[in-house]
């Protein structure tokens, strides 16, 4: 690990200042940071705790949806009675990754700013990832692919996203507020993260300095009926093959609207809005599923390790959407 | 002897220091002024350092020294394995070459441990790197025939006419089966403090399997002689065979020890692990058999292909159980080595017997579907009751009531007789089952039996504890023996001023130091016998020996009780501050008469939801007969972290390389996926009694491995009767089951 200094901002806007500084990152929960720092992946030379704000509360908002504060532990979202209550998927999606001992440390705002674990990512002696060094090139292309993307990918990276909870809270049109030093803003989660095109090294749409201040959950007529299925090589604590979010409402037999995550399959949180577009105003059966399904990996680019994961993603979706109905 | 104890489920011993962490383990040994020492690993596999600048990393702070091939001492002899085959060819700085990514190259040593890893990044290599040649095991790549199938026999073996037998035999499987890495993964990393007195005497505190290989082995390399090392080991954190030679980190922190004159602790990172201290070979595997209309097998071929290094051989020795396993005339077994640019292979827990049995059981079940005959039917019809190899019979061999009791407790008889027919909701049921069988060895071992002037007794041999429940077996032994209450015994071992006994593994343990300390036992028990009849004071004065019994920690005569003396009195009496007896065990004097092994039979049932591919164990029965049980709880445990082995084997475990570097790519728990407890279900365990007057002085067979034995096989045939799709290449993760239509 290499000498970095440490300091804990005592309120946002502190934090944004220190955190704009060249070489700066945030800490929170610090289960990537800490690991990708012992790794030797991520070399900051300054460490912004955010321990010390106050984003630690589930709060209801006028609308009747929910805004969890970015500091709130990722079990703590996920056993929340109101997420238990209102967004199944969230509940299903966090419940699915990781470990309790992580989900204990791990926070909202963290979560969705894990790195890859693309294991060319993760060992620094490997000279070439365009994520660790820009520029270096890909060495997971032609090497080991079996946890990689098939869809968002580049000639230059084709890592994938690793969170679960972001894939459920995608499923749920949720909102990211951010704080910077021009003041706050609000993007869709989908705008959050970026495809690697031909800047790996450019992860997500924040400046620097810019800090997640919250996650808000609006009141959706889909969020209620909404369903988390993850695909891994072993029964828990395992990263997903393939994951599928799913979230609908149902007008007269009809799916009057869909929501449609997929993870593990790709290099950001994946909204298939394709899918959607065929469910919609569709009654369900399992060969609308199938069909749905299909459109998922419309322009998928399968590496040889990986190749299997455009049928399991398919079938994973369709197992979703199944069970969603039951 | 009186079995108050033996037998008996008790607790460990050293449960409450465990789970109160005061369980010292080797690299939480507390030694004044430590310094702290870090590996550098080659980031290409194969190639020469062309040059290595360690000028940032000898000016940040803290450090003491960076060893490189340039300034670490020379050590003419570090290579020097002569008699000793199980022996590593070792990296420790001698020279330029790069064998294997990983490999070290410099070690950093530094006032902290933080220092010392922050200066080992600022070490700064550049390589002649070659182009590695291959680190894949494939079919058709530059074989050789090693001279033995290590130290398991003949390299290759032929009984009968195999060609003849197997082109008659109506009814043929012919089939290829591979396996991939495994990583051992104990818990405790590998770790060493070296701590040296003066020049010549050094002491090494070690997480190892053999105590007295660590003392050979280092004294050898630094020409001492082997009085002038002692190795201490009060508690290891599981081994699997990763830690049963030393290791290049061993002799590396020696040398850091000497160099910077104080003690060094090396702990092999996690990541390290994966490369430095051995692994499972690749192998692949050819099993031609060949059985008539009744399932009686007239031809049996196995044909083993494994990995080594560039530099060092190991030979997994798959097909060493083949030879014997079941009653056939016409056998061949084949042993070939291809090598690659990868790290030695080396023991992992049932070597050759695990990966050899998946292969050798998952035929056996190919035969039996081919044949129309029940899999469990089959193996009955082929059951050996002679070790045809050999030409012995069996000192013992309770595998046909392992059979019945496994299937009986399973409920084998609920099997439908062809696969993809039993169903539960979304999930695809099968049954699976194979035959277990692990070799039952002895090994020369010592010890030694103090009574003290309190009653109380010592017991001590060189021996490790690697979590298997060594310290809680010798303890019942020895109270057993000398006739002492099992709280008044105290059982000391891994440290080489004890006497000698063999490393931890292969099963021999309790075989070996067991007998050891029984006998140690008993002398010691004799002794006071002696002194107590042939002294006038003692009211047990004239009674014949025989007549004598111990318990309770007093000798008395077995039908008046009430005539006794304390063992203590008797010691008090001849003014000696202790009485002591020692004991050195042979190999087993039997086994030229006998052939020797454990038996047992695996019984799987598995889910497997189609459409996903996913698998899940769901139930696992395992019966073995393994000769006399000497604590059933530590027993189960023994057999269940087996058979989770054999768990992960089938469905999870896989180390991965990179085809175009050789860098493996599983470098942490969360890529090498070894079973979680979600993977897991209650693994029932059936202990069939057996006698075996021949096997050792202490009657166990060995229960380290034979868990691990048949298990992938009978997960693997579950999954083929769950499916109709036999996978033979483990592990059998999902993607070999999506296959291309959606159920």
Same mark, same amino acid.
């Not at chain 2, 050195?584 to 052939?595: G, H, L, M």
């Given at each position: 690990?290499?000498?970095?200094?440490?300091?804990r901002?005592p309120?946002a806007?502190?934090?944004?200042?220190?955190?704009?500084?060249d070489g700066a990152?945030?800490?929170?929960?610090?289960?990537?940071?800490?690991d990708l720092?012992?790794l030797e992946?991520l070399r900051?030379?300054?460490?912004?705790?955010?321990g010390g704000?106050?984003?630690?509360?589930?709060e209801?908002?006028?609308?009747?949806?929910l805004?969890?504060g970015a500091?709130v532990?990722?079990?703590?979202?996920?056993?929340?009675?109101?997420v238990?209550?209102?967004?199944?998927?969230l509940? +299903?999606?966090i419940?699915?990754?990781?470990?309790?001992q992580i989900?204990?440390m791990?926070?909202?705002?963290?979560n969705?700013? +894990?790195?890859?674990?693309?294991?060319?990512?993760?060992?620094p002696q490997?000279?070439?990832?365009n994520?660790?060094?820009p520029?270096?090139?890909?060495?997971?292309i032609?090497?080991?692919?079996?946890?990689?993307?098939?869809?968002?990918t580049?000639?230059?990276?084709?890592?994938t996203?690793?969170?679960?909870?972001?894939?459920?809270?995608l499923?749920l049109?949720?909102?990211?507020h951010i704080?910077?030093a021009?003041?706050?803003?609000?993007l869709?989660?989908?705008?959050?993260?970026?495809?690697?095109?031909n800047?790996?090294?450019?992860?997500t749409?924040?400046?620097p300095g810019?800090?997640?201040t919250?996650?808000e959950?609006p009141?959706?007529r889909?969020?209620?009926?909404?369903?988390?299925?993850?695909?891994?090589?072993?029964?828990?604590f395992?990263?997903?093959?393939?994951?599928?979010a799913v979230?609908?409402?149902?007008?007269?037999?009809?799916?009057?609207e869909?929501r449609?995550?997929?993870g593990g399959?790709?290099?950001?949180?994946?909204?298939?809005?394709k899918v959607e577009a065929?469910?919609?105003?569709k009654?369900p059966?399992?060969d609308?599923?199938? +069909?749905a399904?299909?459109a998922?990996v419309?322009?998928?680019?399968?590496?040889?390790?990986?190749?299997?994961?455009v049928e399991?993603?398919?079938?994973?979706?369709?197992r979703?959407l199944?069970e969603?109905?039951? | 002897?009186s079995?108050?104890?033996?037998g008996?489920?008790?607790?460990r011993i050293d449960?409450?220091?465990?789970?109160?962490?005061?369980?010292?383990?080797?690299?939480?040994?507390?030694?004044?002024?430590?310094?702290?020492?870090?590996?550098?690993?080659?980031?290409?596999? /194969?190639? @020469?350092?062309?040059?290595?600048d360690?000028?940032?990393?000898?000016?940040?702070p803290?450090?003491f020294?960076?060893?490189?091939?340039? $300034?670490?001492?020379k050590?003419?002899?570090?290579?020097?394995?002569?008699?000793?085959?199980?022996?590593?060819?070792?990296?420790?700085l001698?020279?330029?070459?790069?064998?294997?990514?990983?490999?070290?190259?410099a070690?950093?040593?530094?006032d902290?441990?933080?220092?010392?890893?922050h200066?080992?990044?600022?070490?700064?290599?550049t390589?002649h790197?070659?182009?590695i040649?291959s680190?894949?095991?494939a079919k058709?790549?530059?074989?050789y025939?090693?001279?033995?199938?290590?130290n398991?026999?003949?390299?290759?073996?032929?009984?009968g006419?195999f060609?003849?037998?197997?082109?008659?035999?109506?009814?043929?499987?012919?089939?290829?089966?591979?396996?991939?890495?495994e990583?051992?993964?104990?818990?405790?990393?590998?770790?060493?403090?070296?701590?040296w007195?003066?020049?010549?005497h050094?002491?090494l505190y070690?997480?190892t399997?053999?105590?007295?290989?660590?003392?050979?082995?280092?004294?050898?390399?630094f020409?001492?002689?082997k009085?002038?090392?002692?190795?201490?080991?009060?508690?290891v954190?599981g081994?699997f065979?990763?830690?049963?030679?030393?290791?290049s980190?061993?002799?590396?922190?020696?040398?850091?020890?000497?160099?910077?004159g104080?003690?060094v602790?090396?702990?092999?990172?996690?990541?390290?692990m994966?490369?430095?201290v051995?692994?499972?070979?690749?192998?692949?595997?050819?099993?031609?058999?060949? /059985?008539?209309?009744?399932?009686?097998?007239?031809?049996?071929r196995h044909?083993?292909?494994?990995?080594t290094s560039?530099?060092?051989?190991?030979v997994?020795?798959?097909?060493?159980?083949t030879r014997?396993l079941y009653? /056939?005339?016409?056998?061949v077994?084949?042993?070939?080595?291809?090598?690659?640019d990868?790290?030695?292979?080396t023991?992992?827990r049932?070597?050759g017997?695990?990966?050899?049995?998946?292969?050798?059981?998952?035929a056996?079940d190919?035969?039996a579907?081919?044949?129309?005959i029940d899999p469990l039917?089959?193996?009955?019809?082929n059951?050996?009751?002679?070790?045809?190899?050999e030409?012995?019979?069996?000192s013992?061999k309770?595998?046909?009531?392992c059979?019945?009791r496994?299937?009986?407790?399973?409920?084998?008889v609920?099997?439908?007789?062809a696969?993809?027919?039993?169903?539960?909701?979304?999930?695809?049921?099968g049954?699976?089952?194979?035959?277990?069988?692990y070799?039952a060895?002895?090994?020369?071992?010592?010890?030694?039996?103090?009574?003290?002037?309190?009653g109380?007794?010592?017991?001590?041999?060189g021996?490790q504890?690697?979590?298997?429940?060594?310290?809680t077996i010798?303890t019942?032994?020895?109270?057993?023996m000398?006739?002492?209450?099992?709280?008044?015994v105290?059982?000391?071992?891994?440290?080489t001023?004890?006497?000698?006994t063999p490393?931890?593994?292969?099963s021999?343990?309790a075989a070996?130091t067991?007998?050891?300390?029984?006998?140690a036992?008993?002398?010691?028990?004799?002794t006071?016998?002696?002194?107590?009849v042939a002294?006038?004071r003692?009211?047990l004065?004239?009674?014949?020996p025989?007549?004598?019994a111990?318990?309770?920690?007093?000798?008395?005569v077995?039908?008046?009780?009430?005539t006794?003396?304390?063992?203590?009195?008797?010691?008090?009496r001849?003014?000696k501050p202790?009485?002591?007896?020692?004991?050195s065990?042979?190999?087993?004097?039997?086994?030229?008469d006998?052939s020797?092994?454990?038996?047992?039979?695996?019984?799987? @049932?598995?889910?497997?939801d189609?459409?996903?591919?996913?698998?899940?164990?769901?139930?696992?029965?395992?019966?073995?007969?393994?000769?006399?049980?000497?604590?059933?709880?530590?027993?189960?445990?023994?057999?269940i972290g087996?058979?989770v082995?054999?768990?992960?084997?089938?469905?999870?475990?896989?180390?991965v390389?990179?085809a175009?570097?050789?860098?493996?790519?599983?470098?942490d728990?969360?890529?090498?996926h070894?079973?979680v407890?979600a993977d897991?279900p $209650?693994?029932?365990?059936?202990m069939?009694?057996?006698?075996?007057?021949y096997?050792?002085?202490?009657?166990?067979?060995?229960?380290?491995e034979?868990?691990?034995c048949g298990?992938a096989?009978?997960?693997?045939?579950a999954?083929?009767?769950?499916?109709?799709?036999?996978?033979?290449?483990?592990?059998?993760?999902?993607?070999?089951l999506?296959g291309d239509?959606?159920?």
């Amino acid at each position: 690990m290499r000498p970095f200094s440490y300091e804990r901002a005592p309120d946002a806007n502190a934090a944004v200042k220190a955190g704009s500084a060249d070489g700066a990152m945030f800490l929170a929960g610090g289960t990537t940071l800490a690991d990708l720092m012992r790794l030797e992946v991520l070399r900051p030379r300054a460490l912004v705790d955010l321990g010390g704000l106050a984003l630690t509360a589930i709060e209801d908002t006028a609308d009747g949806g929910l805004k969890i504060g970015a500091l709130v532990t990722n079990d703590a979202v996920a056993y929340d009675p109101r997420v238990v209550e209102r967004y199944p998927v969230l509940h +299903q999606a966090i419940l699915a990754g990781a470990s309790p001992q992580i989900r204990n440390m791990a926070t909202t705002g963290g979560n969705l700013l +894990q790195r890859t674990r693309c294991p060319y990512f993760r060992d620094p002696q490997v000279a070439h990832c365009n994520r660790r060094v820009p520029g270096s090139g890909c060495a997971a292309i032609g090497g080991v692919t079996r946890s990689h993307a098939i869809l968002g990918t580049s000639p230059h990276c084709i890592a994938t996203h690793p969170s679960d909870m972001a894939v459920g809270l995608l499923a749920l049109d949720a909102l990211v507020h951010i704080h910077g030093a021009r003041g706050p803003r609000t993007l869709p989660l989908d705008d959050l993260h970026l495809v690697p095109g031909n800047h790996p090294e450019i992860e997500t749409g924040l400046q620097p300095g810019e800090l997640i201040t919250h996650v808000e959950l609006p009141a959706t007529r889909f969020a209620k009926h909404s369903h988390y299925v993850k695909v891994r090589d072993r029964a828990s604590f395992a990263f997903a093959l393939a994951s599928a979010a799913v979230a609908v409402e149902l007008a007269e037999g009809s799916i009057a609207e869909a929501r449609i995550a997929l993870g593990g399959v790709a290099t950001k949180p994946w909204r298939a809005d394709k899918v959607e577009a065929i469910l919609v105003g569709k009654r369900p059966s399992l060969d609308l599923f199938v +069909q749905a399904a299909s459109a998922a990996v419309d322009g998928a680019k399968p590496q040889d390790g990986n190749r299997f994961k455009v049928e399991l993603v398919q079938r994973t979706l369709i197992r979703a959407l199944d069970e969603v109905m039951a | 002897m009186s079995e108050s104890n033996v037998g008996k489920p008790l607790d460990r011993i050293d449960a409450r220091r465990k789970v109160t962490g005061t369980a010292t383990y080797a690299a939480e040994v507390a030694v004044a002024n430590v310094a702290y020492a870090v590996v550098v690993g080659s980031a290409v596999a /194969c190639g @020469e350092l062309e040059a290595i600048d360690t000028t940032a990393a000898r000016k940040a702070p803290g450090v003491f020294a960076v060893l490189t091939h340039e $300034n670490a001492p020379k050590l003419p002899t570090a290579n020097d394995k002569s008699g000793h085959p199980d022996f590593k060819i070792l990296q420790v700085l001698q020279d330029a070459k790069i064998f294997y990514a990983d490999q070290p190259i410099a070690v950093v040593v530094a006032d902290s441990l933080e220092r010392a890893q922050h200066a080992a990044l600022l070490v700064q290599p550049t390589f002649h790197a070659a182009q590695i040649t291959s680190c894949q095991l494939a079919k058709g790549g530059e074989e050789y025939k090693p001279a033995h199938a290590g130290n398991r026999g003949p390299t290759d073996t032929s009984r009968g006419d195999f060609d003849a037998a197997f082109a008659r035999a109506p009814i043929k499987i012919d089939a290829t089966y591979t396996t991939p890495v495994e990583n051992h993964n104990p818990m405790e990393m590998h770790s060493t403090i070296a701590v040296w007195q003066g020049n010549d005497h050094l002491t090494l505190y070690d997480s190892t399997q053999g105590i007295f290989n660590v003392r050979e082995r280092i004294a050898s390399m630094f020409n001492l002689p082997k009085e002038n090392v002692r190795v201490i080991n009060h508690f290891v954190g599981g081994g699997f065979g990763s830690k049963g030679s030393p290791w290049s980190h061993v002799g590396l922190a020696a040398l850091a020890a000497k160099v910077v004159g104080r003690p060094v602790k090396l702990v092999v990172s996690r990541i390290q692990m994966q490369s430095l201290v051995g692994h499972r070979p690749t192998t692949i595997q050819h099993v031609a058999l060949g /059985c008539d209309a009744a399932g009686k097998l007239h031809a049996i071929r196995h044909d083993v292909t494994s990995e080594t290094s560039r530099f060092d051989e190991f030979v997994e020795v798959a097909a060493v159980h083949t030879r014997m396993l079941y009653a /056939c005339p016409n056998v061949v077994t084949t042993h070939r080595l291809v090598r690659l640019d990868v790290p030695t292979p080396t023991f992992t827990r049932a070597p050759g017997a695990s990966s050899g049995s998946y292969a050798l059981e998952s035929a056996m079940d190919e035969l039996a579907y081919a044949a129309k005959i029940d899999p469990l039917q089959l193996r009955i019809a082929n059951h050996a009751t002679f070790d045809a190899q050999e030409n012995k019979p069996y000192s013992s061999k309770s595998l046909l009531e392992c059979y019945r009791r496994g299937a009986e407790a399973f409920g084998w008889v609920r099997r439908a007789k062809a696969p993809r027919q039993m169903r539960d909701g979304r999930w695809l049921v099968g049954y699976g089952m194979a035959t277990a069988t692990y070799p039952a060895r002895q090994r020369p071992a010592s010890a030694i039996a103090r009574l003290r002037p309190d009653g109380s007794v010592l017991v001590q041999a060189g021996t490790q504890d690697l979590g298997t429940g060594t310290y809680t077996i010798m303890t019942q032994i020895a109270a057993d023996m000398i006739g002492v209450p099992y709280e008044r015994v105290t059982f000391e071992l891994g440290d080489t001023t004890f006497p000698e006994t063999p490393l931890s593994a292969g099963s021999f343990t309790a075989a070996s130091t067991g007998s050891a300390v029984k006998m140690a036992g008993l002398a010691l028990r004799d002794t006071l016998v002696a002194l107590a009849v042939a002294d006038p004071r003692s009211p047990l004065h004239g009674v014949p020996p025989l007549a004598l019994a111990a318990a309770d920690g007093a000798l008395f005569v077995r039908e008046r009780p009430q005539t006794r003396e304390p063992l203590h009195a008797i010691l008090a009496r001849t003014g000696k501050p202790e009485l002591t007896a020692s004991y050195s065990s042979k190999e087993n004097q039997f086994a030229d008469d006998y052939s020797m092994h454990s038996f047992g039979a695996a019984f799987a @049932e598995v889910r497997v939801d189609e459409e996903l591919g996913v698998v899940r164990l769901a139930r696992f029965t395992g019966a073995y007969a393994a000769g006399k049980i000497l604590n059933p709880k530590t027993a189960r445990s023994q057999y269940i972290g087996g058979i989770v082995w054999g768990a992960g084997m089938a469905l999870t475990e896989a180390g991965v390389r990179d085809a175009r570097s050789s860098r493996i790519m599983t470098r942490d728990l969360a890529d090498y996926h070894v079973p979680v407890n979600a993977d897991i279900p $209650n693994l029932d365990v059936i202990m069939v009694d057996e006698v075996d007057p021949y096997v050792n002085e202490v009657g166990a067979k060995g229960i380290g491995e034979i868990g691990t034995c048949g298990a992938a096989a009978a997960i693997a045939n579950a999954v083929y009767h769950a499916t109709g799709r036999r996978v033979r290449d483990l592990p059998i993760t999902l993607d070999k089951l999506l296959g291309d239509s959606r159920a």
